[in-house]
């Protein structure tokens, strides 16, 4: 059976919108893959790092939903991380208030070993250096190991991340970090070069313009979902990173084909999480809305043409 | 038989990018339209004006597509339409250099007999007192009359505009333009507001991000073909607009279905106009050209999933 394996960030997220304030509310790169991942998938691990003040009703959302927790470590004397940030009335554009980096300073991520062999590997933002240690302790390679990075570690540990991606299937960034990463406007052209760079694989997300899956020659194109409104933008890359591992384990398939359906899937809960502040939508979220959200992707996107 | 009219400007285009620079080139709303048309649609006529200095190897180029120009009156005495323009790097903005309206300022459209019981009526961007002038000389009823227009009307003319959106069944508009139209900053919202104001259909076109189709509480989104390159994007709109109608009078069909796939065909073609400077990609286009990159898109749009 398949394992997906997901590390990242446990955080307090303090979100700012004009529609409101979210308090201190559950955040973290690891929380949103491993949230939208349970949606298609069950066996789903989290590594990652929390300081004593993660509050129990936290981690009993993934008990309750059994996302193995065992590799969450709790370190002592340690606050958990914790971000603070107000977006502009547009919803494109965030400002950081407080960034508390607290115990992700000392994190050195632990697999458990009941996921060293996970067939899924999914490695949210983190320093290069931190998920290639992962990388490194799972003793067979994964069927597929995905990526995601930023701006941040392109300024500031860039050996790191190109010996990193030559030991990855698929890079996950968006826009402007594929623009910085390929020194190349047109994403078209960016992807070829960061193809060449490692990974045979690549998802370039455009937040509400949507997501390019890039694979050689082939493109595929996912559409954000149109909405009334958008409440909260936080957390919705790595619900897309979450929905489309999920959608791939689930579907036991690394092929492009299997990819599209995932990217689709991806965009999917996105759409959800971008309706309330941080996780609280994925936490309600039920396959019944998921279907019925997928049936609005499919009237948003097929078509039936002769090819004349 | 169908027929379509075409309504708009034909015109002088000065274009700079920094590609280069095109001289004076064929430009104009009409001209676009019906190029990009009549790769898809044979009966066609124009209605427009220009001066004593529009060339006639310019008009040849329409005559020799057996597109009508009828309808294009010369103006004794006056100067053609003029545009001059420069793109930024990105070829994202642009600044207008300069403007002459010449003979645009006293255009009186006259219909050709032949071309009032045209059952596509496309009107280009205009002054909407003058567009509904076009709508009066109608004999029938056309089944679509589609529009475009622009902020400087909703600016200087938002009474002629109001009106004469109740005449009209859909607006192509682009994304700023939709926002000021409806006061509205998210585009599903700004959907609802302009069918309230009359056009049962709207396409809001978002440049290099694509173009959204709305009716009633439908969707439908065609991306734009990502490019490695895009040398000069002047026309693209208008020849989005032409591919539209013009697949729409090919299929003579307007509903919903068939919207579909004509936003698809004018995203299509609109690919291929801004790979080169103003029309010349256009008026080189073959229809294997077309109908291979037909198939880039359903490769990059479609996907089979099970609803699960």
Tied chains: 1, 2.
Aim: with cysteine.
């Amino acid at each position: 059976m398949s394992q997906i394996l997901a590390v990242g960030t446990m955080a307090f997220d303090e979100i700012i919108t004009p529609f409101g304030q979210s308090g201190k509310t559950l955040g973290g790169s690891a929380s949103y893959i491993a949230l939208a991942a349970q949606k298609l998938f069950n066996d789903i691990g989290i590594v990652s790092v929390i300081g004593e003040d993660f509050p129990d009703a936290f981690l009993q959302k993934f008990i309750d939903r059994k996302i193995d927790i065992s590799g969450v470590e709790k370190l002592k004397g340690e606050k958990t991380f914790y971000w603070k940030g107000k977006y502009h009335n547009d919803l494109n554009r965030r400002d950081t208030l407080i960034t508390e980096i607290n115990c992700l300073e000392h994190f050195k991520p632990i697999v458990p070993d009941a996921y060293k062999t996970a067939d899924f590997l999914m490695l949210g933002n983190l320093h290069p250096a931190i998920q290639q240690l992962v990388i490194d302790q799972m003793t067979k390679r994964p069927k597929l190991i995905a990526l995601d990075t930023m701006n941040f570690w392109m300024n500031t540990a860039w050996d790191d991340l190109m010996t990193l991606l030559k030991n990855i299937d698929i890079l996950i960034v968006n826009d402007e970090e594929a623009r910085q990463l390929s020194k190349e406007y047109s994403l078209v052209r960016a992807a070829k070069t960061i193809q060449a760079m490692g990974p045979k694989y690549l998802i370039i997300k455009k937040g509400e313009h949507g997501a390019l899956l890039f694979h050689g020659k082939n493109i595929f194109f996912a559409p954000a979902l149109p909405l009334e409104d958008v409440f909260d933008p936080t957390g919705a890359g790595d619900t897309f990173a979450g929905g489309f591992i999920g959608k791939l384990a689930q579907m036991e398939d690394i092929g492009f084909s299997a990819m599209k359906n995932a990217v689709i899937c991806g965009a999917n809960l996105a759409s959800f999480t971008v309706e309330k502040f941080g996780a609280q939508r994925l936490e309600s979220l039920t396959k019944l809305e998921i279907k019925d959200r997928l049936q609005d992707f499919i009237n948003l996107t097929q078509f039936e043409i002769e090819l004349v």
